[in-house]
């Protein structure tokens, strides 16, 4: 069974840094499309980057702001989210996505930014 685990959220405020990170228990990690979504309150989820095969997709709201990297050594995956704005505030859930089979979320992580 393939499990997807967040860490690193908390309260920040506006201006501040936070990383996040995702750990996937998986054998075949590296084969994995990997990306970070968000859901704001009464919000739609929505993509706000992505990582495969070394290439980055973000959304135009955090570009410039955020930066997605993995390492497969590690199953892990981070999201570098700088110069935080209110407008960040989401629970922030990483996917992992091979197949539409082996397609996994996890639980979430909330991010707060408030002063």
């Known amino acids: 069974q393939v499990q997807v685990a967040e860490s690193g959220g908390g309260l920040v405020q506006p201006g501040g840094s936070l990383r996040l990170s995702c750990t996937v228990t998986?054998?075949?990690?590296?084969?994995?499309?990997m990306g970070w979504y968000r859901q704001g309150l009464g919000k739609s989820r929505e993509m706000v980057a992505r990582?495969?095969?070394?290439?980055?997709t973000y959304a135009d709201s955090v570009k410039g702001r955020f930066s997605i990297s993995r390492d497969n050594a590690k199953n892990t995956v981070y999201l570098q989210m700088n110069n935080l704005k209110p407008e960040d505030t989401a629970v922030y859930y990483c996917?992992?996505?091979?197949?539409?089979?082996?397609?996994?979320w996890g639980q979430g992580t909330q991010v707060t930014v408030s002063s």
């Open positions: 996917n992992a996505y091979y197949t539409d089979v082996l397609d996994f």
């Open positions: 990582i495969s095969s070394g290439t980055t």
């Open positions: 998986t054998n075949i990690f590296d084969v994995y499309n």
